[in-house]
């Protein structure tokens, strides 16, 4: 029987999973299906059981099903647990339901292998503080990053996840790391190596009201969302001469090879596959 993937979500029309897993098939030449499911609020839990009980193999879980999955799977890595949400879902020989969260990742190997950008004492502004920036943290302080202010609009969200991770790494890095919480009134002076948009207010066409002086000559900015047209957030950065102003495109496709890793067990070629979904949302 070939094996099955699926990503669950509600809404999930929008879904560029089947396409990207789909390209990766292909690309291996590797026999799997791979659909979009949309699913009901009330039938989560026992749907993915089902799921993974018959012919499926793995799972990508989307909005807004991401915590409730990190809470179903048995085992978690890490990087899941402390992300608090989980987008990867698969069966270990035991039958134990396993978690990952391949977001942060995925966003660290667009920055560094596809941007070649240096996250090495790197001062790193993260905007926001809901479940997409959680999911970034543990990733880019492992890369080496020497500072991490999350600036949110509600203080006290920022607030707690600095409690969340100033307390979890245990490698010698921690000496050298600083992790602080503002909002957007009170950043500090200077400016940023880099600054991550991980708020959703591009959704809605806007973008947080930030001081021009977070910007240097080299400041890159990323924007973890993407779209047919320049991100709101992109392009602020672009009117504010940032050296680099990024989307979320390489993540998104970078956090799908992640999976599709754990689930195979080879890594796909990405590169052609982000070659192809910017030129089917009309860009070169
Ligand atoms: P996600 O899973 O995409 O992170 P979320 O958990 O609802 O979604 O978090 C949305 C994030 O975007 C939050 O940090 C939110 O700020 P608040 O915590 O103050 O709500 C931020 N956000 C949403 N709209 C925003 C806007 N118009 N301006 C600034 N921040 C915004």
Not at 103 to 113: F, I, K, P
Not at 149 to 173: G, P, Y
Request: aromatic share 6%.
């Amino acid at each position: 029987m070939i094996d099955k993937y699926a990503v669950f979500g509600h809404p999930i029309s929008h879904s560029k999973s089947p396409l990207i897993h789909g390209m990766f098939a292909a690309q291996l030449d590797q026999k799997l299906e791979y659909m979009a499911v949309d699913v009901a609020e009330a039938e989560f839990e026992q749907q993915v059981d089902s799921f993974l009980q018959g012919s499926g193999k793995g799972l990508n879980i989307t909005v807004p099903f991401k915590e409730r999955a990190w809470a179903l799977a048995g085992l978690r890595t890490e990087r899941a647990e402390l992300a608090g949400a989980v987008n990867t879902l698969w069966r270990d020989e035991s039958g134990l339901i396993c978690g990952d969260n391949t977001d942060g990742a995925g966003l660290v190997v667009d920055l560094t292998c596809n941007h070649r950008i240096r996250l090495v004492n790197c001062r790193v502004l993260l905007l926001g503080a809901g479940g997409a920036a959680r999911g970034v943290i543990k990733p880019l302080l492992d890369a080496g990053i020497s500072e991490l202010v999350i600036a949110n609009r509600t203080l006290s969200k920022a607030q707690l996840l600095v409690s969340v991770f100033s307390f979890t790494d245990e490698s010698s890095q921690q000496d050298t790391q600083t992790i602080s919480a503002c909002d957007f009134q009170g950043l500090p002076n200077g400016s940023f190596d880099l600054i991550i948009n991980a708020t959703s207010a591009g959704l809605g066409g806007e973008t947080p009201d930030l001081p021009a002086h977070l910007m240097a000559e080299h400041t890159i900015c990323y924007d973890m969302l993407y779209g047919a047209s320049e991100t709101p957030f992109c392009r602020w950065a672009r009117q504010h001469q940032a050296s680099k102003s990024l989307d979320g495109l390489g993540m998104l496709v970078e956090q799908a090879a992640e999976s599709f890793l754990i689930w195979r067990g080879i890594k796909p070629d990405t590169a052609p596959v982000i070659d192809a979904l910017r030129q089917s949302l009309g860009q070169q």
